[in-house]
């Protein structure tokens, strides 16, 4: 049993294995108490797959951060808004690389802002949710035009 297999089944009896900086602590159910000598057999790299978990775990707080701090600054949440994804994603990315942020994958992307609740309507554009550049164009050339309108009356 490779030392990711370990850890899952450790997992699937009910046991929790957490890091104590290289110490190991396990919680583990009576009937599972028999992995605890896997455990000690594979500790080094038991210690190396709890790791890389809790890196990935950190990686994914810092993306949905970086997200989350991206549409507070960028955008502008207005119901009756839609934007390009693709684009969104794109402009996120530019934003990360210069922050010096991870940016993540397209899929996470809208996985991330489903989930607060910006979703794709039928003809794929996300909902809810534009570039504070663009909102503020699109106002301007709309206060443009009714102020023109107004001259010519």
Do not use: K
């Amino acid at each position: 049993m490779t030392a990711t297999e370990l850890v899952q089944a450790v997992e699937a009896a009910g046991g929790v294995l957490t890091l104590h900086g290289e110490r190991i602590h396990c919680d583990i159910p009576e009937d599972a108490a028999g992995l605890i000598d896997s455990l000690r057999a594979q500790r080094e790299a038991v210690l190396a797959v709890l790791h890389q978990r809790a890196r990935v775990q950190r990686m994914a707080v810092v993306e949905v951060e970086s997200r989350s701090r991206w549409m507070l600054e960028c955008c502008v949440l207005s119901s009756r808004c839609a934007s390009n994804p693709a684009i969104m994603y794109r402009e996120y990315g530019r934003w990360a690389q210069t922050n010096r942020v991870q940016a993540g994958n397209y899929t996470d992307f809208l996985q991330e802002f489903g989930g607060w609740g910006f979703a794709l309507d039928d003809t794929g554009m996300l909902m809810g949710l534009v570039l504070a550049e663009d909102f503020l164009q699109a106002w301007q050339y709309q206060r443009q035009g009714s102020t023109a309108d107004r001259f010519m009356q």
